[in-house]
């Protein structure tokens, strides 16, 4: 499996970004996926994450109520909906798969950087 994310920028505070993260390879073999993200000099976290089915999701509490995740296994994307995007989202975020195998698989990043 191999995780392709994209959508990251430069925006101002208060706007909205949509990441996506396109899977390609085995997906059927995708269990969980989520949203990870890093800032400079901090440790990577758990933006939110969402079950196989779609039906059941988690966010951290830093960004609940302003990001929504989602997937659409039909076109093997998950998405990250951000609203009133924050300076302290600042961050390169990752997209991560769990397989049902136990593997964990990482894409390689998309920047989001939100000025005051």
């Known amino acids: 499996v191999q995780l392709v994310e994209s959508g990251g920028g430069l925006v101002q505070a208060g706007v909205s970004l949509r990441l996506s993260c396109a899977a390609s390879?085995?997906?059927?073999?995708?269990?969980?996926m989520g949203w990870y993200r890093q800032a400079p000099g901090k440790q990577r976290e758990l933006v939110a994450t969402?079950?196989?089915?779609?039906?059941?999701?988690n966010y951290a509490d830093s960004v609940k109520g302003r990001f929504t995740i989602s997937r659409d296994n039909a076109k093997n994307t998950m998405y990250l909906q951000m609203n009133s995007l924050r300076p302290e989202d600042t961050a390169v975020y990752y997209c991560?798969?769990?397989?049902?195998?136990?593997?964990?698989?990482w894409g390689r990043g998309t920047q989001v950087t939100v000025s005051s």
């Open positions: 991560n798969a769990r397989l049902l195998i136990g593997v964990e698989v």
């Open positions: 969402i079950t196989r089915s779609g039906g059941s999701t």
């Open positions: 390879g085995s997906t059927f073999s995708i269990n969980y």
